[in-house]
């Protein structure tokens, strides 16, 4: 885990995917390493097909060592019909296989990320429709804030026990692209800034966006990822460089990861541990809200962040403005 996220700090444009690991039923703390990199995009696996709203039966659960929320998202990853080999090793040929864990959900995960990166490099952003100007090569940060961003709950677990996001066992759900590209004539919209100054100490002023909800019958989802310093293995918590998420608005006051039921609720406290927070407001009321990213510690500067919003809103105020509605 030290190693993968030394890797992902020296190269921030790398987005590495590990699988949660397999745990007959899963149980706390069974998630394996290097799934527990805080900078990884930790992915554990749910049923297929029609029952992909259940966890699978072998999907590893978090928390981390120093209680960390991992994985970080879900995907199909039971009976995946997959390239295998033919068992021949002169044909030069494969053929096909089906397997079960959450090695076959990873890739899956891993193969939506590669869309997102091409979603921005092609310039789908902001607009919607392809604009080739309006590419940008996306980092790390930004790749993963948007498949967090585009979680989607699940049913329960494989023995039927509801779970709520974010959870040590679904992180933050189950892959749902559409949940977060948006394109023309979408309900909802998008609102990234792939940040690359960052802070470089905790007395930098907060970076502060205002938006406008438009439709309170779309959720508000707010996503804020960092690739952080690289820990230790003999450090009792691994977070270094701490970024703290806020949203004020006619719904109420949030912090990031401060959630009840499935949702964010109102005040709460900076959460300590973890280099991925979010906010999220099923049914928001209409009207005028603030998004701050502020820096509570930055031993290891400067610290860069990627910031993603979806839902029916305008952005009116922030570094890169854009209008998220259709």
């Known amino acids: 885990a030290e190693d993968v996220d030394e890797f992902m700090w020296n190269n921030p444009d790398f987005l590495i995917v590990a699988a949660a690991g397999n745990y007959p039923l899963g149980g706390d703390g069974t998630l394996g390493s290097p799934a527990t990199a805080k900078n990884a995009l930790s992915v554990g696996g749910t049923y297929g097909g029609t029952s992909a709203e259940y966890l699978s039966d072998i999907s590893a659960w978090g928390p981390t060592d120093d209680g960390r929320l991992k994985p970080d998202v879900v995907f199909p990853g039971a009976s995946i019909d997959s390239a295998g080999n033919d068992g021949n090793i002169v044909s030069g040929n494969c053929g096909s296989a089906r397997m079960t864990g959450t090695s076959m959900a990873a890739p899956g995960a891993a193969g939506n990320s590669l869309l997102v990166r091409e979603y921005f490099e092609r310039g789908f952003y902001p607009t919607g429709t392809e604009v080739p100007a309006d590419g940008f090569d996306a980092s790390a940060a930004l790749v993963k804030a948007m498949m967090v961003n585009s979680g989607t709950e699940i049913t329960a677990d494989a023995e039927g026990r509801p779970v709520s996001i974010p959870s040590m066992k679904e992180g933050w759900g189950r892959i749902v692209l559409g949940d977060?590209?948006?394109?023309?004539?979408?309900?909802?919209?998008?609102?990234?800034?792939?940040?690359?100054?960052?802070?470089?100490?905790?007395?930098d002023s907060p970076v502060r966006y205002q938006l406008e909800v438009l439709d309170g019958g779309v959720p508000l989802e707010v996503t804020l990822v960092w690739t952080d310093y690289p820990s230790t293995p003999a450090a009792t918590t691994h977070l270094l460089n701490d970024l703290d998420l806020r949203?004020?608005?006619?719904?109420?006051?949030?912090?990031?990861?401060?959630?009840?039921?499935?949702?964010?609720?109102?005040?709460?406290?900076?959460?300590?541990?973890?280099?991925?927070?979010?906010?999220?407001?099923?049914?928001?009321?209409?009207?005028?809200?603030?998004?701050?990213?502020?820096?509570?510690?930055?031993?290891?500067?400067?610290?860069?962040?990627?910031?993603?919003?979806?839902?029916?809103?305008?952005v009116t105020t922030g570094p890169r403005p854009a209008y998220l509605s259709h």
């Open 247 to 314: 949203v004020d608005g006619a719904s109420g006051s949030y912090h990031g990861n401060h959630f009840y039921q499935g949702q964010s609720t109102d005040h709460g406290v900076a959460d300590r541990l973890n280099n991925v927070e979010g906010v999220l407001v099923n049914d928001p009321t209409p009207g005028v809200y603030s998004i701050e990213v502020s820096p509570h510690a930055i031993p290891f500067g400067p610290q860069p962040y990627a910031l993603v919003v979806s839902g029916n809103v305008a």
């Open 180 to 203: 977060v590209l948006h394109f023309a004539g979408d309900d909802s919209g998008l609102f990234v800034d792939d940040n690359s100054g960052g802070f470089t100490s905790p007395s």
